[in-house]
């Protein structure tokens, strides 16, 4: 590795940060935990996860397949521990507003906003550095609210220096490699002040960048600067009550009036197939979905046999805020699985490559396992890792039992491997038979060895219309193979019968001739 000399430093994993109790309460609760670890490890092993046994800081759930009923769900993550600045050896983080995980490099890039740096840290050694200060041809520069980070290939940083309206590459010494301002094209309107938020770079050396009122979608350009076009613009929705109040109004009201624009993308992030995940607000686009997966031609290519992806519908108790979910950030993991988090509520949301959703785990709060401000994701294997800004700290989750058997189960899929798929499944049904994707998964491994009848069954209880008729089709198709030779053979002897009797009967009819006739 040629990256710049780095401070090593022991890698902190600190505890989680339990809510406070009063003293009275203390010592039986830490009682309580200590028995609870202590007791696994006399008997030889460890339990799945530490909070697994214990308080859940937030409750599980999944939406039906036409999203209109609430189900319960075991949780599917839990907190694991907790990264900040001071653990890191770099200081205190001030509103930081992104996070990139390099799995090759096990190395955490951190967009520390408020403190106008990037800290970068190898989770593997505890080694850290800091970005704030470099050199730009002879002359020292320096970073100005940086709020998106990521890290290509080949190891090149780049950051969306915000503040100074550009995105910066690094070298792995840190030292500076290109400038890239603010895109030559007249697209761009000449009063709309250039601020880059995200940046995402694929195999080929492509950028793309979202920024601040970039409402003709995300920029693309290549890897010289040159700005190729726009990629993936959300088209705008008027509501009914909006189109009334333009058809009934003066000119110089309409003049008065805001003009319907499309909203801008949140925030990006490359897939492993190279299609770009993006997620943007929910109200006034016509997509009727905050995730897109987008090709190459910008076009979404989910197609999910259940409602746009769009978080919560509204509120699922007394106290949560009413509303659609308000989607900050989205992560692309293995398998065509992708994470995207919910700012509004605290939530991350899990779905499969065809938009189906997984499970959801977090909320707003101040305990373990919650937030004040979740703005940013990442995933490091099967962990989540969750920026939030509003303590400073980045929350790692765990998969549980169930939410390893749902991951294995998609590998699976995936991988075509249907029979594994099918036996993971039914797992995770024992455990859940309320998530209506394990019935289906299950009726699509019966589908493949033939089990048409019984595939039916799965897919009714997945609520898999399209699933349903296809085996409905083939079970037909079956009975009516099985029966067929039967109905041949006998339709065959009848017609014999048939036959035979009508000959009979002509030859009982016929009178023979008599002698000189």
């Not at 299609?275 to 995730?291: D, H, K, R, W, Y």
């Not at 019935?439 to 009714?460: C, D, N, P, T, W």
């Amino acid at each position: 590795m040629n990256w710049k000399a780095r401070r090593p430093r022991p890698f902190l994993r600190p505890a989680l940060r339990p809510a406070v109790r009063p003293a009275s309460r203390a010592l039986p609760a830490i009682l309580l935990s200590i028995l609870a670890a202590v007791c696994p490890v006399l008997a030889g092993h460890r339990p799945a996860h530490a909070l697994e046994t214990g308080a859940i800081p937030y409750q599980g759930y999944q939406y039906s397949t036409d999203q209109a009923t609430i189900l319960s769900a075991p949780p599917a993550y839990l907190p694991d521990r907790t990264l900040d600045g001071v653990s890191l050896g770099v200081g205190a983080l001030s509103s930081p507003s992104d996070l990139f995980l390099d799995e090759a490099e096990d190395l955490l890039a951190i967009a520390d906003t408020g403190n106008n740096r990037v800290v970068l840290a190898w989770l593997s050694t505890g080694e850290t550095e800091v970005l704030s200060t470099f050199d730009n041809d002879g002359l020292e520069d320096t970073l100005s609210a940086p709020s998106g980070v990521c890290i290509a290939e080949d190891g090149t940083l780049y950051v969306a220096d915000t503040g100074n309206g550009r995105i910066l590459s690094f070298d792995r010494s840190l030292a500076l490699v290109r400038e890239y301002g603010r895109p030559d094209t007249t697209l761009i309107g000449e009063k709309t002040e250039y601020k880059p938020l995200r940046v995402a770079v694929d195999r080929a050396g492509t950028l793309y960048v979202v920024g601040e009122n970039l409402i003709e979608g995300i920029v693309e350009m290549t890897g010289d600067g040159t700005f190729t076009g726009f990629v993936g613009t959300n088209l705008v929705s008027p509501n009914l009550w909006e189109l009334f109040w333009r058809a009934v109004a003066t000119r110089r009201q309409r003049e008065a009036m805001g003009l319907f624009v499309p909203v801008n993308f949140r925030s990006l992030d490359l897939a492993g197939d190279g299609f770009l995940m993006a997620v943007s607000q929910i109200e006034n686009n016509l997509s009727g979905s905050a995730v897109k997966r987008l090709n190459p031609g910008g076009i979404d290519v989910i197609r999910t046999r259940t409602l746009p992806l769009i978080g919560d519908q509204g509120p699922l108790w007394v106290g949560s805020e009413s509303g659609y979910s308000v989607f900050f950030d989205v992560a692309a993991a293995k398998d065509g699985i992708f994470y995207t988090v919910d700012n509004k509520r605290g939530r991350v949301f899990g779905y499969d490559q065809d938009g189906n959703l997984l499970f959801v785990f977090g909320q707003n709060g101040s305990q373990a396992g919650t937030f004040r401000s979740a703005v940013a994701l990442d995933t490091r294997g099967d962990d989540v890792l969750v920026l939030d800004a509003g303590t400073a700290l980045i929350q790692v989750f765990e998969p549980t039992v169930y939410g390893r058997l749902i991951l294995d189960a998609v590998t699976s899929q995936q991988g075509s491997d249907f029979g594994q798929a099918a036996e993971t499944w039914t797992q995770v049904r024992a455990l859940n038979a309320n998530l209506e994707l394990a019935h289906v998964g299950i009726g699509k491994a019966l589908m493949r060895e033939r089990r048409y009848r019984e595939a039916m069954a799965s897919f009714l209880l997945g609520r898999d219309r399209e699933g349903y008729s296809k085996a409905f089709k083939l079970h037909r198709r079956q009975v009516v193979s099985r029966i067929f030779p039967w109905f041949a053979s006998a339709a065959a002897i009848l017609v014999l019968l048939a036959v035979l009797l009508a000959n009979r009967r002509r030859r009982r009819g016929a009178v023979p001739a008599g002698p000189g006739k």
